[in-house]
């Protein structure tokens, strides 16, 4: 597996939660890092992406402002910190490589396997 997230767990409603994804076996010093989530039932959702040089980010207009996106490309890790998590942010979210800046799965070539993020009081 390419790449491994981690973070993933039980919180409150308002409660803030730091995801990780680290690099295995390859570099992604080259690609844009994405993360995604899929909520039970419902269809892969795009949730931000940080550019391969470290310049643009771009995230889901109704994330904006409560999730920030950073990459450490030295430890070839990207992190996702989500603050004022809502009960509508549980799923299983995912990080993602793609060769080029974009919102849009097909553009995606690896994927890690997920952490899981459940947001209940």
């Known amino acids: 597996v390419p790449l491994v997230e981690s973070g993933g767990g039980l919180v409150q409603p308002g409660a803030s939660l730091r995801l990780s994804c680290a690099a295995s076996g390859r570099t992604f010093s080259n690609d844009a890092l994405g993360w995604f989530r899929q909520a039970p039932g419902k269809q892969l959702e795009f949730v931000g992406v940080?550019?391969?040089?470290?310049?643009?980010?771009h995230y889901s207009d109704p994330l904006k402002g409560r999730f920030t996106i950073s990459r450490d490309n030295a430890k070839s890790t990207v992190y996702l910190q989500m603050n004022s998590l809502k009960p509508e942010d549980t799923g299983l979210y995912y990080c993602?490589?793609?060769?080029?800046?974009?919102?849009?799965?097909?553009?995606?070539?690896?994927w890690g396997q997920g952490t899981q993020v459940t947001v209940s009081s």
């Open positions: 940080f550019s391969r040089n470290g310049v643009s980010t």
């Open positions: 993602a490589a793609a060769p080029r800046f974009s919102r849009y799965r097909a553009d995606y070539e690896y």
